[in-house]
């Protein structure tokens, strides 16, 4: 797995290469008791650099969508863990999040197996990408996943599977730009360091104005027309 800057945030987009896993029968309910695969687990809180606290380490493979299911069991080629995780990570011990545990949500991969109860027009063989959320077994970042089918779409063509696993951090932005109605050539204000916030806006066609704290040749390199850069004390619309 490589970590990617991301002005204050980290992407750390995990390629999982398949390895000795055999994808178990259709007819079968779960998997053998012995199967196992390789994951990126958190074992306790604390700083991801820190030992003992992420590691790469055997888990218990999720059993194969059976006839009752909706969900697809993924080959996972990419996940992206986003600074969400790292909040996770780095946060107080919480009930909600039971360790150890599989890291990521986003996710790219190959549909191995398909439960009886899937309606959708994604089957065996093809590429996917989605989001490993509610009711998944577990995180992305691991060679296999099974994950609802509703959280799951075709991977674009065009697209790389490390690409694809990223672009779920960029729908927050797509889906706010797109329900204020921004056309092309509008002009956007965005207060703050919002990296992919930018991109998103940019790729729109929309003019963007960052301000508050950005760190301005960041905010540069992901395509900003304009950084505001108030000085101590003074109201940002002054500047502005």
């Known amino acids: 797995f490589f970590f990617v800057p991301h002005g204050p945030h980290i992407i750390i987009c995990v390629t999982m290469a398949p390895k000795r896993f055999a994808v178990v029968g259709a007819d079968d309910e779960s998997s053998s008791s012995g199967d196992m695969m390789d994951a990126l687990v958190q074992m306790k809180h604390g700083e991801p650099n820190e030992e ?5 380490m055997p888990f218990a493979k999720p059993p194969h969508p059976g006839k009752y299911s909706d969900h697809l069991l993924i080959q996972v080629h990419s996940a992206g863990v986003s600074s969400k995780e790292t909040d996770i990570i780095t946060g107080p011990p919480s009930k909600s999040v039971p360790l150890p545990r599989i890291i990521g949500q986003d996710v790219s991969g190959l549909v191995v197996a398909k439960g009886g109860r899937c309606v959708g027009n994604v089957n065996v063989g093809d590429h996917v990408f989605g989001v490993a959320g509610p009711g998944s077994s577990g995180g992305s970042a691991a060679q296999y996943c099974s994950i609802p089918e509703r959280c799951l779409a075709r991977k674009p063509p065009a697209c790389l599977h ?5 672009l779920l951090a960029g729908l927050p932005a797509f889906q706010t ?3 204020a109605k921004v056309n092309p050539g509008d002009n956007v204000l965005m207060l703050g360091p919002m990296d992919m916030d930018v991109r998103v806006a ?18 540069r390199r992901n395509g900003a027309d304009a950084v505001l850069t108030p000085a101590e004390g003074e109201p940002w619309h002054k500047a502005l």
């Open 52 to 56: 003992g606290v992420v590691g790469v």
């Open 162 to 166: 490390s690409e694809s696993a990223a």
């Open 177 to 179: 730009l797109k329900l």
């Open 202 to 219: 940019k790729a729109l066609g929309c003019h963007v104005t960052v301000a508050l704290g950005a760190d301005e040749a960041q905010v």
